[in-house]
């Protein structure tokens, strides 16, 4: 993939998600899709055969329950695949972190479909952590 697939990719997504500003994905990188702020970010020369997702579930506690829960939710996905719990070192929000692999096979249809997929794994993980 290149960038301006990665851009037109988003445009579709964002037509599919039914957004108002379908640029607006494509230029930030930025969407928020069900209640759930997501950065996606594509390096062409690092990395063309993924996306980065970072998908922010909130603020938590900083405290060692509230990190024991984090962890928990790690061991039970039991995939990197799948997405990884981390904390954000400045604003100390949880995150749900996924790699969509192999890009050039996604449609904007599918790129929404994984967006929304992961959306809804980011606020179940809000549930108990925030």
């Known amino acids: ?7 037109n990719l988003c445009r579709e997504a ?14 930030s990188g930025e969407i928020c899709v069900e209640g759930v702020d997501i950065a996606a970010h594509f390096e062409e020369d690092l990395a063309p055969d993924r996306i980065f997702c970072y998908l922010d579930v909130g603020q938590i506690d900083n405290d060692s329950a509230a990190i024991r ?29 996924v790699h969509l692999l192999n890009p050039d096979g996604f449609d904007g249809q599918s790129m929404a479909d994984s967006l929304c997929r992961h959306a809804a794994r980011a606020s179940a993980a809000r549930e108990l952590l925030v």
């Open 1 to 7: 993939m290149i960038n301006a697939q990665f851009k």
């Open 69 to 97: 829960k984090l962890l928990t939710l790690n061991l039970a996905s039991g995939s990197k695949a799948d997405g990884v719990f981390a904390l954000d070192a400045t604003s100390g929000d949880a995150l749900l972190v």
């Open 14 to 27: 964002s037509l599919v998600l039914g957004v108002s500003d379908v640029e607006a994905f494509s230029l």
